[in-house]
């Protein structure tokens, strides 16, 4: 048997060099450890402030930037928290009307029942015969906003058109840029210039001309009004911009020329009241309004209370819909439409006598097609002159009907025709008829 020696160290030395390259591997590892968790931190600390960067740069873009706002089509300024918003319309109207109402008067450009001349046998006494007028003067402007706050939301509204002061159709037929609305909104507080509270402005009927037919309330004015919306409508209470015209027993009148005297000593608001509500049939509103009607001047001074009912109905009837509204009362006046009736009639003796007056409409808007559609429109007005005075010349009634066809070739654009036939009627039974033609192209924005 052979035998193999080995040293005798050998052994030892191979543990030792196990043993070191063991401790090594041990020390390298805890420097690699070491390494790795400085460089995270390192990792860690860049993120935040690439982070940090970010956010700063987002929060200077949202400063500096113009974003949308919380209504539709609206935007907010930088560094703003209210929503701004642009409206209106440009609108083109040719009106030609078988008489002339005068030099560069309104009344050719939209229908003012007031201006409609009268004779003895319904023709004015001066042959004004025909008139045609184009103008652009119903182009409307307006601005909306909308800011949240710890009471509420709160709005303003301001729109204007240009029937305002004229110039002439001579050579730059310039129009004067007019308030319409001018209010601020709180919440169900409201407070600025708008339609009057007595009557519902949705309930409208849709022409193509901008007088509207003659049995309609319709006056804009600065008042002070509370909303309080309920589940199935809402009712509101307001005061109003009182003031008070006058008819004036023995003034040297002739037929067609009357002119109201306006009072300048109003000491109550008017006020009113109404509610508004829908159901599965339409949506309808009832309205009452107190006027206190006061004359102060040197020929008499006296005053008297007043009252009006208005009612006023939109039916849906499928795609179309039905329109009413009934007025009825002794204090209509400067209500209805262009002003027709004197508010109140001061006698031979200086004191104020009010008269009854009832005014309506009906209305039905049928839709030929999705951008075709039409409005038949039928109207009256009158009054009962008090006795104890002559008011010839005063305005008795009205009667008007509107038929138009309207074409919407695209979202947005309205051309129109419409005809009109008015009949004005005065105290003393002179009458006149107005005949127009009207066509229209409305664009908004």
């Known amino acids: 048997m052979t035998t193999i020696n080995r040293p005798l160290g050998l052994k030892h030395h191979a543990w030792s060099a196990l043993t070191l390259a063991v401790s090594l591997t041990g020390i390298g590892a805890v420097a690699r450890a070491d390494t790795l968790s400085d460089l995270k931190e390192e990792t860690e600390a860049l993120q935040r402030k690439v982070s940090e960067l970010e956010n700063a740069q987002q929060k200077a873009a949202s400063t500096d930037a113009v974003t949308g706002g919380s209504m539709p089509g609206s935007f907010k300024l930088p560094g703003s928290t209210t929503s701004i918003k642009l409206g209106g319309y440009v609108k083109f109207d040719a009106v030609y009307s078988d008489i002339t109402q005068g030099v560069d008067a309104v009344a050719n450009q939209q229908t003012v029942d007031t201006a409609i001349p009268v004779g003895p046998n319904g023709s004015p006494s001066d042959n004004k015969k025909g008139q045609l007028t184009l103008h652009a003067r119903q182009t409307r402007l307006n601005l909306t906003t909308s800011t949240p706050t710890s009471y509420g939301n709160m709005t303003t509204f301001i729109e204007g058109d240009f029937f305002g002061a004229d110039g002439n159709e001579s050579v730059t037929n310039s129009n004067g840029f007019r308030i319409r609305h001018a209010y601020g909104a709180l919440e169900n507080f409201l407070a600025g210039q708008y339609w009057t509270n007595l009557f519902d402005e949705n309930a409208y009927a849709e022409t193509v001309e901008f007088g509207g037919p003659v049995g309609e309330i319709f006056i804009r004015?600065?008042?002070?009004?509370?909303?309080?919306?309920?589940?199935?409508?809402?009712?509101?209470?307001?005061?109003?911009?009182?003031?008070?015209l006058f008819a004036v027993s023995g003034a040297p009148l002739t037929a067609g020329s009357a002119t109201p005297l306006r009072s300048d000593r109003d000491h109550y608001p008017d006020i009113i009241g109404r509610l508004k509500w829908k159901n599965e049939i339409g949506t309808f509103n009832a309205a009452l309004m107190a006027r206190n009607i006061r004359i102060d001047s040197a020929a008499a001074a006296d005053a008297k209370w007043g009252g009006v009912i208005s009612l006023t109905a939109v039916v849906p009837a499928g795609k179309d819909d039905f329109r009413a509204n009934f007025n009825a009362g002794n204090a209509i006046g400067r209500y209805q439409l262009s002003g027709f009736f004197p508010d109140g009639y001061v006698d031979a003796t200086g004191k104020v006598r009010l008269a009854q007056a009832k005014s309506a409409y009906v209305a039905y808007r049928h839709f030929w097609s999705p951008t075709l559609r039409s409005s038949l429109i039928l109207s009256a007005s009158g009054t009962d002159t008090p006795d104890g005075g002559t008011f010839n010349g005063f305005n008795k009634s009205a009667r008007s009907a509107h038929v138009n066809l309207i074409f919407s070739p695209v979202p947005r654009v309205n051309l129109g025709a419409e005809l009109i036939g008015e009949k004005r009627t005065v105290v003393d039974g002179d009458f006149g008829i107005l005949h127009r033609v009207q066509v229209a192209a409305q664009y908004f924005f």
């Open 221 to 244: 004015q600065a008042q002070v009004r509370w909303t309080q919306p309920f589940e199935t409508g809402e009712w509101s209470a307001s005061m109003e911009n009182p003031e008070s």
